[in-house]
């Protein structure tokens, strides 16, 4: 910060409409006649070159043709995909890509201020430390949200291992606890405020923020969440692979008690699937959805629903039909029968206040037996992070991570963090229910047979199991589908499980 401002280094983006992107670089699969047509040719150029098709030919053109052949033909082994070996995470600093800006060159202090629960946030950490590489500025560690709906006073460093944070990321931006005293006593004014606008592009950082930062000295970007695209360069991408996969560490008394309570579940069992069970009375309040609970049900969810101003009207059976509800969790646990998980499976359940209680969990508890939750297993190991949404989101986390089949009747901010960081991860079984097309078959369930049901249920869950050629939304989120993170394994190192 000694320097003068035009002595500074200036942000340099290469982006645009010309740089790659995940959605730009996506291809679809070949078709029959390509397949065939490519074959041709290959053999057309070794006859007359002399060049002779290696394996490595083939399994370039027939990559993706198999895994969607797989996907339409072959039974699904509900545990694990035989695929996931082919590809493997990969988000490490290609060789031009800028280091970290020293502190006394950068461009100012950029502070962060968060919103939302505990991965709302986690993603604003992650695109928070993008827009500090941007902006050639110094990032000050995120302050986290102390004020939305969950009242949870926990700071960073309650949460994330800070100092692995800081120095993880170290080659990449220049992270500080604090602005320094020294600095704060000769800065004129007070950091200056302002909000950007939700998936800003990178230029919008460049043209508005900057020059307000090299002139204040100071900026914090309030409600820090969703602020930055999602198509950005390979390079942006991948360092927002390298901050939510491997610098954004829980701290050793989270981690601890979460790998505690894996492998308890992993002694009774060496397989356990973790539902993400989003059904506390806000969610289905917002959600706009009718659960047939009668006058008692839309009185409680309508009074609930005034606290956001600008929610529009909606009918409960439009958003139904169009796959806006979250399923219940009878729901889910027909989804998970029908699909092929046995009565014997051992179930552990995230969620917080279930509407409806007991009551409404009994159906689940039915089709599933062996069934816990992280108070049933930690017992009184839970009481010091009782008063603490954000870590009981974080425990909660580690055993969906960890478990080898993770399910969610959401599409909400842990469903998608997870989701990418399985795909990561080695593409760990993860089940997204098709909540419009099982709308249909719950209500038409007591007119067909169980055996009829689960085939239907397989059917429309095809694609939505976390296979490597999974459907994607037609606007995906990067955080749920890092496709600039994952690569493809040389033919030689594949190894396929039958």
Known sequence: MGRKPDAVAKPHYSGGPGASSPRAARKAPPSPVFLGAALFVLGFVSLFTGHVVTDADWSRI?????????????????WKSAYSSIYYGCSGRSADFRSAVPENSSTGYLLIATSGGLN?????????????????????????????????????????????????????????????YEVMLSMDKLP?????????????????????????????????????????????????CRVNFHALRFTNSIHTLGQKLVQKLRLMSPRYVAVHLRFEPDMLAFSGCYYGGGEKERKELGEIRKRWDTLPELSAED???????????????????????????????????????????????????????????????????????????????????ESDVFVTN????????????????????TIRPNAKKLNVLFQRRKH???????????????????????????????????????????????????
């Open 319 to 401: 958003e139904r039909s169009r796959g806006k509800c979250p399923l219940t969790p009878h729901e889910v646990g027909l989804m998970l029968r029908a699909l092929g998980f046995g009565n014997d499976t051992n179930l552990y359940v995230a969620s917080g206040e279930i509407y409806g209680g007991e009551e409404t969990l009994q159906p689940l508890r039915e089709l599933f037996p062996n069934f816990y939750t992280k108070e049933m297993l930690a017992g009184d190991d839970l009481k010091p992070f009782l008063p603490f949404s954000s870590r009981l989101a974080a425990i909660d986390f580690i055993v969906c991570d």
């Open 410 to 429: 959401n599409n909400g901010n842990m469903a998608k963090v997870l989701a990418g960081r399985r795909r990561y991860m080695g593409h760990k079984r």
């Open 192 to 240: 200056w405020t302002m909000r950007a606008p939700r998936k800003s592009m990178p230029e919008f950082y460049i043209d508005e923020v900057l020059p307000i930062l090299m002139r204040r000295r100071a900026l914090q970007l309030t409600k820090f969440d969703y602020r930055l695209t999602s198509e950005l360069d390979e390079d942006l991408q991948k360092l927002r």
């Open 62 to 78: 027939r990559s993706r043709w198999r895994s969607k052949q797989v996907r339409i033909y072959e039974p699904i082994d509900i």
């Open 120 to 180: 709302q946030q986690r993603i604003g950490i992650t695109d928070a430390v993008v827009v500090a590489w941007i902006l050639n500025a110094t990032l000050v560690v995120p302050e986290l949200d102390h004020h939305s709906f969950w009242k949870d006073e926990s700071d960073f460093s309650d949460i994330f291992d800070v100092d692995w944070f800081i120095s993880y990321l170290s080659k990449d931006v220049t992270i500080v606890k604090r602005i320094p």
């Open 448 to 498: 067909m047979g169980w055996d009829m049901f689960s085939r239907k249920v397989q059917k429309v869950q095809r694609g939505l199991m976390g296979e490597p050629d999974d459907i994607r939304p037609k606007q995906d989120d990067f955080h749920e589908f890092p496709s600039s993170c994952i690569c493809l394994r040389k033919p030689g190192n594949i190894s396929v499980t039958t």
